[in-house]
């Protein structure tokens, strides 16, 4: 290695490690800010917070590592400019691309690192990080209950709009949806204006104590007509108490991993064919299901069953109704619109299970691109970045931070916007995915030519030169006007 290309590499080092440690930093007192609820009040080790934080720190890589790669580049090439070190290697014949060769094979060694990083790092944290909070959840169920949301705690799902108390035990506007194994589904609702939590030391039993409220149970009933009419009882009381066992609660072994059904937790083998499994169950779902709604049309037993008559006369206007007695036509329309309204309940709830599962579906192809990107955001932000500080020619941390964060940001909202829309099935994942890196490549082509060909960010003489043009013309045909 020259000695020119090893300055570059060490000047480009020092501020890649100091600002990516500093990023983590922020990042990882965002997460304690963020996860504070889940671990405050709840005894735990100096070591279990440190595991917390250890799992849940790789996650924040995909963040971090292109805004220090965007952000170094700024500073460096800046540096170089502003100190007039560009301007010596251009004297002596060396060009920018020839000045970015030896960073250029660094950003690739590091994109190479940040793909393995995301396929097998980041997964296997996510695994440890959700199964460590899921148990850290079960050790006090009390602190688990958040205001404005629903909380699983045990049997029943929570959701409270107030919590007061020193300890935060007494609830208001209490909405409780009681689990049923046998019936999986909310069908059995409490509804309460207030609520207290009652527990006394070395029990393992806490009392919900729920005031003024109603309960409400829908009915199954046997007829598929019955069902229809969605029946249900509702109930009255003054108070209503709800036990729970909290045995199974503290005894928690945070060390036990039981959950391993999220996108995020596989490798890119795991998720291609995750991925192939769901695609090929979904479309047999979907082929079964418009299978099963045609046969209840009954059209092939139409087809096999009704002979018509030759000298049967049908009017086009009034239909087949007349040719029924009065009784006979009211039980076919009942049947009819039977049928219908029964087709529309199960084509609508299909609807939903479908639209569910395709949102599931979207993630992991989501989660699959995402190793990808990661690793080609690194090299399209180096070429936005090192070109960018050379044109502004500023270096240290104002102006090239404040350009940084403001294209970062707009690189990550793009992304965020993009992949929401992706989840819904509005764009494909594959768009939603590499859409905001796609968006950086044209721009990063863009700054790399005009800093090669030592242009500036903008140049306005092209806005300006159609003006002096007509300006010219104007003032050659006054002149001949004159003459």
Not at 96 to 112: D, E, G, N, P, Y
Request: hydrophobic share 45%; net charge positive.
């Amino acid at each position: 290695m020259k000695i020119l290309d090893r300055y570059i590499l060490t000047s480009y080092l020092k501020t890649f490690f100091s600002v990516f440690v500093i990023l983590m930093f922020i990042f990882v007192l965002q997460t304690i800010w963020l996860y504070i609820g889940e671990l405050a009040g709840k005894d735990l080790d100096i070591d279990i917070i440190f595991k917390f934080l250890l799992y849940f720190s790789p996650k924040l890589v995909p963040l971090v590592l292109p805004l220090s790669i965007l952000l170094t580049s700024i500073m460096t090439f800046g540096n170089f400019a502003e100190n007039y070190e560009f301007a010596a290697m251009k004297s002596a014949g060396i060009s920018l691309q020839r000045a970015m060769r030896s960073l250029t094979v660094f950003i690739l060694l590091v994109s190479v690192t940040a793909f393995l990083f995301a396929n097998n790092v980041i997964p296997a944290a996510e695994y440890k990080s959700i199964n460590l909070r899921k148990n850290i959840a079960q050790l006090k169920p009390a602190m688990v209950i958040s205001e404005g949301v629903f909380n699983d705690l045990g049997q029943i799902n929570i959701k409270v709009d107030e919590k007061t108390g020193e300890r935060g035990q007494y609830l208001h506007d209490v909405i409780i949806h009681k689990k049923n194994e046998r019936r999986p589904g909310n069908f059995t609702v409490i509804k309460a204006s207030e609520g207290e939590l009652v527990g006394s030391t070395g029990s393992n039993i806490l009392s919900l104590i729920l005031k003024d409220g109603n309960y409400y149970d829908e009915i199954l009933p046997s007829s598929p007509r019955d069902r229809m009419k969605k029946p249900f009882a509702k109930s009255y009381f003054e108070e209503y108490v709800i036990n729970m066992d909290l045995s199974g609660f503290n005894d928690v072994d945070l060390d036990e991993e039981r959950y391993s059904n999220s996108h995020n937790m596989l490798k890119i083998s795991e998720l291609n064919r995750t991925i192939d499994s769901f695609s090929t169950s979904y479309n047999q779902e979907v082929e079964i299901f418009s299978r099963n709604m045609y046969n209840r049309t009954g059209i092939e037993n139409l087809k096999k069953e009704v002979k018509p008559k030759k000298d049967t006369a049908i009017d086009p206007e009034k239909g087949i109704l007349p040719l029924y007695e009065t009784h006979q036509a009211s039980q076919i329309i009942n049947l009819a619109l039977g049928g219908v309204n029964g087709a529309v309940a199960t084509v609508t709830n299909k609807k939903v299970e479908l639209v569910s599962a395709s949102k599931r579906l979207n993630k992991f192809e989501i989660a699959l691109h995402e190793k990808y990107v990661l690793a080609v955001a690194c090299v399209i932000l180096f070429f936005v970045g090192a070109p960018l500080g050379a044109i502004i020619r500023k270096g240290g941390m104002g102006l090239p931070m404040v350009i940084a964060i403001l294209l970062f940001l707009t690189y990550h909202f793009i992304g965020i916007f993009a992949k929401n829309s992706a989840e819904e099935g509005q764009i494909s994942p594959f768009l939603g995915t590499w859409l905001s890196t796609l968006i950086m490549l044209p721009l990063g082509i863009f700054l790399t030519y005009r800093a090669t060909t030592d242009q500036g960010l903008f140049s306005f003489s092209i806005l300006f030169e159609p003006i002096k043009r007509l300006l010219k013309r104007t003032q050659i045909m006054g002149r001949s006007e004159k003459d």
